[in-house]
């Protein structure tokens, strides 16, 4: 069965960066990350097709960027100006048919989240 191995969580300062990594191990078509903080509905940040075709949530648009490397299998989310309000587990999510490649489609197979904390 596919798996997902996200990387590069962590604690940062309100402004600063990260950048996270979703590795799958096998091909997929359309990548997503996601993001659920305690006691909120999990948001679709961001998604992105094996073209390189993205969409982001409102709420990150401008300050995050997704990309993929076909060739690794590899999704990465740049995330930059974190806000406090960013701090939240994300999770990586995949199918492996290109399309619909939405971020409010279901996703077959999901990485085990990595968690983000930005402090004021």
């Known amino acids: 069965e596919l798996q997902l191995v996200e990387s590069g969580g962590g604690s940062v300062q309100a402004g600063g960066s990260l950048r996270l990594s979703c590795a799958a191990s096998e091909s997929v078509g359309c990548m997503a990350w996601f993001r659920q903080a305690p006691g909120k509905e999990r948001e679709g940040v961001a998604v992105?097709?094996?073209?390189?075709?993205?969409n982001y949530a409102s709420s990150v648009k401008g300050r995050f960027t997704v990309s993929i490397d076909n060739e690794n299998e590899t999704a990465h989310l740049q995330m930059n100006k974190l806000k406090p309000e960013d701090t939240s587990l994300y999770f990586c999510a995949a199918n492996t048919e290109a399309l619909p490649c939405r971020r409010d489609i279901s996703f077959s197979y999901w990485g085990q989240g990595t968690q983000v904390t930005v402090s004021s």
């Open positions: 992105i097709d094996r073209a390189g075709g993205t």
